[in-house]
């Protein structure tokens, strides 16, 4: 098992969590004008929405965490890998509200020209660009605007640099695969868990279901929030944001990316709303979409705004 559950994570972490203003404040490398270049974005107004994506009122993003292949000395020899969660997330500049919807890896769906599948693949099939088609034809030809990717080792060094969190282990977790590199020896109680005890936390899922996990992994992201509230912590802002960015993918410039940051910054938690895709079990591992159900709730998420939109079939 090498797959995390990372979209809830970077939706947080960065337009709604760590860069809650803080680190996404200090742009590119703390060692590379980071500070000046934020500074000189916000005076200039480029932080402002309206300036950062011009002539948007909603964005809609897709945050996927991509898992890597590796070989038998555990090296990174291909980036298009499988994906463990995939989540769609719609920034609302005017009603000033963030509203996410994850979509279970394992969900059966057709991906254009490879017939049907479940969507964890799509990314190894045809790398961002076929994974965005296949979300967007999901959701009813839904319009993607911006991408971000983001692996394991991005996760552990944020959490790192943070100095850790803390969070009350609910039960004792332990699994080890070496093939993996992946090695969970968590004994339950209240603890602060630094980058590789938390990537175990929220990858755990040895002894129950995935749905278990995502709800793991949303009690982590209120944890995350919670420590970032620590002034204490934006003083490591830039090593942050160095981590972060050092392992991710997105087709955002810096300067957007501190605009959603502060965008998200001013937000409540009633104001940020994260959902999952209602599915049912299908054959074998794979889960089937409950069509009747998702429509209701994409439709309530304000996904679909107009009555063009209709659920993929």
Do not use: C
């Not at 463990?84 to 719609?90: G, N, P, R």
């Not at 964890?120 to 999901?138: C, D, I, K, Q, Y």
């Not at 911006?146 to 790192?160: G, L």
């Amino acid at each position: 098992m090498r797959r995390v559950f990372w979209a809830l994570f970077w939706l947080m972490f960065w337009t709604g969590g760590l860069v809650l203003g803080t680190a996404l404040g200090y742009l590119h490398f703390a060692s590379e004008g980071t500070v000046s270049r934020a500074v000189v974005a916000y005076i200039t107004g480029e932080t402002k929405p309206e300036n950062a994506f011009p002539g948007k009122r909603k964005l809609t993003i897709l945050v996927v965490g991509a898992d890597e292949n590796r070989d038998h000395r555990k090296r990174v020899v291909d980036t298009m890998a499988r994906t463990d969660t995939i989540l769609v997330a719609q920034v609302d500049f005017v009603n000033q509200r963030i509203n996410a919807l994850s979509i279970p890896r394992d969900t059966l769906v057709r991906i254009p020209r490879h017939g049907w599948g479940k969507i964890n693949s799509a990314h190894a099939l045809g790398g961002p660009r076929l994974l965005v088609e296949t979300v967007s034809t999901l959701l009813g030809n839904l319009q993607i605007d911006e991408v971000v990717i983001v692996s394991y080792k991005a996760f552990e060094e944020a959490i790192d640099a943070l100095g850790g969190v803390t969070i009350e282990v609910e039960k004792r977790m332990r699994y080890h695969d070496n093939w993996g590199d992946l090695h969970i020896d968590l004994q339950p109680g209240v603890q602060r868990l630094n980058g590789k005890q938390a990537l175990g936390y929220v990858r755990f899922r040895h002894t129950d279901s995935d749905f278990h996990r995502i709800e793991r992994q949303q009690k982590f992201m209120r944890a995350v929030k919670e420590r970032l509230k620590d002034p204490s912590v934006w003083m490591r802002a830039p090593q942050v944001l160095a981590a972060g960015l050092r392992h991710t993918r997105t087709t955002m410039e810096f300067e957007q990316l501190l605009a959603l940051a502060l965008f998200a910054r001013q937000l409540s938690d009633e104001q940020i709303r994260t959902e999952t895709l209602p599915v049912r079990d299908g054959a074998g591992t794979s889960l089937i979409v409950k069509r009747e159900e998702a429509t209701q709730l994409i439709r309530e998420l304000g996904f679909w705004d107009t009555d063009t939109y209709s659920y993929a079939r």
